[in-house]
């Protein structure tokens, strides 16, 4: 049987090339994200573009999110693996420059999305026969360490951590598996500043190096493929020469 896999932030970046990957693997992928167009683009880049469907959907709203389950139960039945993986940043800023409003963006997206998400794979992956799958969160190492000037990145990240091992204890019963993979310079749009140079915690500015994204999409096909009685509870992968062990 065929199984079925949910992306969020499918339209650029690690979702993109995480679905694509999915998809070689032979899963069924359900990208989503707020950009149609953008879906449809990773779309058309599958190897097996039949294998792949487009669901548009802002995963800070609750409603947006309920009709995105609707829609995968009534396309498919079931679901097997959710990427929790839409995420977003600001600028690098002090707590006392940062408004509310930056703030609330990075919660809403980072931790809000990602709470929706899983609540909705969690209740699916529940109630299906047969029950269980897999619920993959992408982190950070910034779940662990911050840079300088990462307030709400830092904190919806550490938060992250919490709602994998709360997941991972709740969903025993009910064979749901959840992990977290923490992400350290993949060359995305997110982190392209990172060749000019970036903050470091000793005030200097230098560049640091990335790894492919490539590498990223095949652990995290690692982790989907996984049977559900074995579960990567935490995964780091980073770019070998960047800052992190010993940061600070």
């Keep these: 049987m065929t199984q079925i896999a949910l992306v969020t932030g499918a339209g650029s970046g690690i ?10 693997a032979g899963f069924h ?31 800070t709203h ?24 839409a995420g977003t ?3 690098a800023m002090t707590i006392d420059e940062l408004t509310v409003e930056q703030w609330q963006q990075v919660i809403n997206v980072n931790l809000t999305g990602a709470f929706l998400a ?3 794979a969690f209740a699916m992956m529940r109630h299906q026969s ?9 982190g950070s190492i910034s779940a662990y360490v911050p840079r300088p000037g990462s307030v709400p990145y830092t904190v919806s990240k550490h938060a992250i951590t919490g709602l994998t091992r709360t997941l991972s204890l709740d969903g025993r019963p009910f064979n749901i598996a959840c992990g977290q993979i923490d992400i350290g310079n993949t060359a995305s749009d997110m982190t392209e500043q990172m060749n000019a140079g970036v903050p470091q915690a000793d005030g200097s500015i230098k560049p640091e190096p990335t790894m492919d994204t490539s590498h990223v999409a095949d652990a995290v096909v690692n982790m989907a493929s996984l049977p559900l009685n074995a579960n990567v ?13 010993g940061r600070g």
């Design 233 to 245: 509870q935490f995964m780091t992968i980073m770019a070998s020469a960047m800052p992190f062990i």
């Design 118 to 120: 899983a609540r909705g």
């Design 89 to 91: 940043n600001v600028p």
């Design 29 to 59: 992928v359900v990208l989503t994200g707020r950009r149609e167009s953008a879906l449809l683009d990773t779309a058309k880049q599958a190897v097996t573009p039949g294998m792949m469907s487009a669901i548009s959907c802002d995963v």
């Design 62 to 85: 609750s409603d947006a999110v309920d009709s995105l389950f609707s829609q995968i139960k009534q396309d498919h039945g079931r679901l097997d693996v959710l990427f929790n993986n």
């Design 15 to 24: 979702g993109r090339q995480t679905a694509l990957a999915l998809n070689k």
């Design 130 to 138: 047969p029950q269980g799958g897999r619920i993959i969160n992408n």
